[in-house]
């Protein structure tokens, strides 16, 4: 008893025919499982810009805010109206709940950073914390306390905090 392979029978250009046919079958199952694979992390890379590029903008709307408050410092010292310099007191603490907002969307979409964008919150909690002093200062005609105030611990708080952000936005 022989055993007879099954392909003996067939001619060899049948033989070629098939193993090209095989070949294409292999050939476009690759490149469906490549294009399907491709599509994929085209997709993700896509949405992963989305999301840096919206972190990006709620750091730079925070970074504006904490301008704002700076701005809002300075010109306290040359007013000479209590009642709009009390006004300025709203104003930032308005600021501060911007600015946090801002903060937490940006957590929502780098979860990653948490703890960094957890320090810059705290950051800012003492940075608004010290510009409420300093116009609070200003309103009871203290200028030279809000002065030293700016100079010896707003200044570089603000400094640092704004290191912070940009430090995220890489």
Avoid at 37 to 43: E, F, G, L, T, Y
Avoid at 76 to 92: C, K, M, N, Q
């Amino acid at each position: 008893m022989t055993l007879i392979p099954r392909f003996a029978n067939v001619a060899l250009s049948s033989k070629i025919v098939l193993l090209v046919g095989l070949m294409g079958v292999v050939s476009v199952t690759a490149m469906v499982y490549a294009l399907v694979n491709m599509r994929s992390i085209d997709q993700q890379y896509r949405a992963l810009i989305a999301t840096e590029a919206r972190s990006a903008l709620n750091l730079s709307d925070a970074a504006l805010h904490l301008s704002d408050a700076s701005r809002l410092v300075y010109t306290v010292l040359t007013e000479p109206d209590e009642g709009e310099i009390r006004a300025a007191l709203a104003s930032l603490a308005m600021l501060k709940i911007q600015f946090n907002a801002k903060l937490q969307q940006t957590a929502w979409l780098l979860p990653g950073k948490a703890g960094a964008l957890d320090a810059v919150e705290q950051q800012s909690t003492g940075a608004f914390a010290l510009a409420s002093h300093i116009v609070d200062s200003a309103a009871r005609w203290r200028g030279d306390q809000a002065l030293r105030t700016i100079y010896d611990e707003f200044e570089p708080t603000q400094q640092a905090l704004r290191r912070n952000l940009a430090l995220l936005s890489n």
